[in-house]
């Protein structure tokens, strides 16, 4: 009987989602929320029916672990192990290095989007993350600077990567100029291009926070440092991309100026 265990106990898993696909991509956001997938008994065993020739590899997710993804052999019973994966912990602090509570903090990467808020004293953890690179995000709708707040965290295999997040007070607006039906997408650090459009609408929502004005979008009170300026187009009915790296110095007011783009991504489905 297939079934779906604890990486480190052996335990069953209760309630994990599990589903066959034809490829090794898998877009866990969607999996968990389908209420069409097979879901694991007490004992952690499950059933999928109808499972075609097609379906090369076996996925299994629960909100508490690290989604899993491995090849579909056919051979013998079918063991789907999880794991609690790596974290990252943080604290949020306003200008003036006080604590700041009950701010948003969200953690994205190419599968799903994981998110927390920060105690009493501004700590935040962020549980089950695969190691990769991630974009993590502090948000809070009351404090319009601390939606700019956005960095680039390298995710061990094991244990926990740290990260301070700061509520600037000072800081560079940046400008950006596209020509015709162009949008700007700009991310702290050295991003990653999206392999497909599932990945892209997974890390969409944590770019750097920018206002439409004057013919060009803004963003504000940037630290000095290196970003990563995507920008969005549709050509023949499809999503494509352009990319460029961004480099913010000490000037108060950095401009940009994005002609159409002519070396482009284009972001296919799954």
């Not at 879901?39 to 090369?56: E, P």
């Not at 999880?82 to 994205?108: F, K, M």
Request: net charge neutral; hydrophobic share 40%.
């Amino acid at each position: 009987m297939p079934r779906v265990l604890d990486a480190r106990t052996s335990a069953p898993v209760f309630q994990a989602k599990v589903e066959a696909f034809e490829s090794g991509r898998l877009d866990a956001k969607a999996l968990l929320i389908d209420p069409t997938v097979a879901s694991t008994r007490a004992d952690g065993s499950f059933l999928l029916k109808h499972v075609g020739s097609d379906r090369r590899f076996i996925a299994a997710c629960r909100a508490d672990y690290v989604c899993s993804l491995q090849p579909l052999t056919g051979e013998g019973s079918v063991e789907v192990r999880l794991g609690h994966g790596a974290a990252i912990a943080g604290r949020l602090s306003d200008a003036s290095g006080q604590p700041v509570e009950g701010a948003t903090v969200t953690a994205y990467t190419e599968n799903r989007a994981r998110s927390t808020m920060t105690g009493s004293d501004g700590s935040f953890p962020l549980e089950a993350l695969s190691p990769e690179k991630t974009l993590v995000k502090v948000e809070s709708p009351w404090r319009l600077s601390q939606r700019l707040a956005s960095k680039l965290v390298e995710v061990p295999v094991t244990g926990e990567a740290r990260v301070e997040f700061r509520e600037p007070s000072t800081g560079v607006k940046l400008l950006v100029v596209t020509a015709g039906r162009w949008y700007p997408f700009l991310f702290p650090g050295d991003a990653p291009t999206p392999v497909d459009i599932v990945a892209w609408r997974q890390i969409q929502d944590a770019h750097v926070a920018m206002e439409q004005t004057d013919g060009a979008w803004e963003a504000r009170l940037l630290p000095a440092g290196q970003f990563t300026l995507f920008v969005q187009g549709f050509r023949s009915g499809a999503t494509v991309l352009a990319r460029q790296t961004v480099l913010i110095g000490a000037e108060p007011e950095q401009m940009i100026v994005v002609p159409a783009p002519t070396v482009v991504t284009e972001l296919r489905e799954r």
